[in-house]
């Protein structure tokens, strides 16, 4: 098969752009010819203060986008589109290049950004939902986007115009969601019901709890991912206070509260506190297998939090929130523990449940490992993967089928 993968990659890597990767090569592995097209938000930055003026236009319709991807499809003729993201750059335009050379498109719902123009359905401390429930144009006096009144308008924008013109219902064929939680939402927000499937992401290559070096468990408790307020960074910490310097924390991550975070640590003298700023991939995985546990504390949604199930894949179960994807990831009492979303005693108390009770915690941590090994592999993930690209491309075959013949003399 030939398969187009279309994706925006960030000025910062994300997770978006680990499953893009993962993703292309999974495929590229299966004997599939992948052609990729992509662009990067760092192409801004060389952008003139002339050609910036044009970026509320680009995010909408990008012309340069749109003429590049059509190209490639009129010399290439893939069997199938893939997007993963295209905001701001690339832009929804590439969809109507696609329905151009009737190529099937699938898209990826890495975040919410369909339904809220911050992406996280979360502000000001809490979930929010006000741009489902009523409009898109409340984000704007909020500064919901980088709190800047003109990028969430620009997104505000994009979004409501093409619900105007019907891509989000009609230039899609297929849509993957992560979790059935993330589903469940995109329908309320307006999207086809018939059109979304659910896939989750995947971890590869398999960090296996039985290969390497073998590492003793460690006395720790760990945290992995952005130090941001929707992650539930603030009640992590209060939790810790609480705890009274018993149980050791390590902090894997980066991110806008990295500095306020240590100096609250210090402040509360949470000397057991320690922050291990960005890590490479093998040394992350280090961390999580020399952990008893990983704490996800979000207090947004989650699409999906990767963390979680590279925790699974290293047999190391989960303490989350009772909020969104992560209920649905991590089960209560058989892979993980839920507490409360921004209860910082309730964590408190499961956090030191859980450091108490390490034969039950161990026995959470095999549960966690066969979830891993019956939904989040990349074989597992491959046959969904192809699944859906027949589910995508069927419609079009069967149209073309159906289409009257025209002879034309010689």
């Not at 290049?97 to 719902?109: I, Y």
């Not at 810790?240 to 003298?269: C, F, H, K, M, Y």
């Not at 390490?358 to 192809?386: D, F, I, K, S």
Request: with cysteine.
């Amino acid at each position: 098969m030939k398969i187009f993968l279309v994706h925006n990659t960030y000025q910062q890597a994300g997770g978006e752009d680990v499953v893009f990767r993962q993703e292309r090569d999974l495929l590229e592995h299966a004997g599939h010819q992948v052609l990729v097209y992509c662009r990067s938000n760092s192409e801004i930055a060389n952008y003139s203060t002339l050609k910036r003026l044009t970026l509320v236009g680009r995010t909408v319709w990008g012309r340069d986008s749109y003429r590049d991807v059509k190209a490639l499809l009129e010399n290439e003729a893939p069997d199938i589109a893939h997007f993963h993201n295209t905001f701001p750059l690339i832009s929804p335009s590439v969809y109507y290049a696609c329905r151009d050379r009737c190529v099937p498109v699938v898209q990826t719902l890495h975040n919410y950004r369909l339904l809220c123009p911050a992406a996280t359905l979360f502000k000001q401390g809490r979930v929010c939902e006000a741009c489902i429930e009523h409009s898109l144009w409340r984000a704007i006096p909020n500064r919901c986007y980088r709190q800047s009144s003109l990028a969430t308008a620009t997104l505000s924008l994009m979004l409501g115009a093409h619900r105007w013109l019907g891509t989000w219902t009609a230039m899609v064929d297929c849509y993957i969601a992560l979790t059935e939680s993330a589903r469940k939402k995109f329908i309320e927000g307006g999207l086809p019901p018939e059109k979304i499937v659910v896939k989750p992401n995947f971890v590869c290559p398999d960090p296996s709890p039985n290969g390497g070096s073998k590492l003793p468990r460690a006395n720790y408790a760990l945290f992995v991912g952005r130090l941001s307020e929707e992650k539930g960074m603030h009640t992590l910490i209060a939790a810790w206070a609480r705890l009274n310097g018993q149980i050791p924390l390590v902090i894997v991550g980066d991110g806008p509260l990295v500095t306020r975070l240590r100096a609250e640590a210090s402040l509360l003298s949470l000397g057991n506190v320690s922050f291990r700023g960005h890590l490479t991939r093998h040394d992350m995985f280090q961390a999580v297998k020399g952990a008893h546990f990983l704490i996800l504390p979000s207090q947004c949604y989650e699409n999906f939090p990767m963390s979680a199930v590279e925790a699974f894949s290293c047999g190391i179960p989960v303490i989350c929130s009772r909020l969104g994807a992560m209920q649905e990831i991590v089960a209560d009492g058989r892979t993980g523990l839920h507490f409360t979303p921004g209860d910082a005693n309730d964590l408190m108390t499961k956090v030191e449940w859980a450091w108490d009770h390490p034969q039950e915690m161990a026995v959470m941590g095999r549960a966690a490992r066969a979830e891993y090994e019956a939904r989040y592999t990349a074989e597992r993930n491959y046959a969904l993967l192809m699944e859906i690209y027949r589910r995508a491309i069927e419609p079009h075959r069967a149209t073309a089928r159906n289409s009257p013949k025209i002879s034309v003399p010689a």
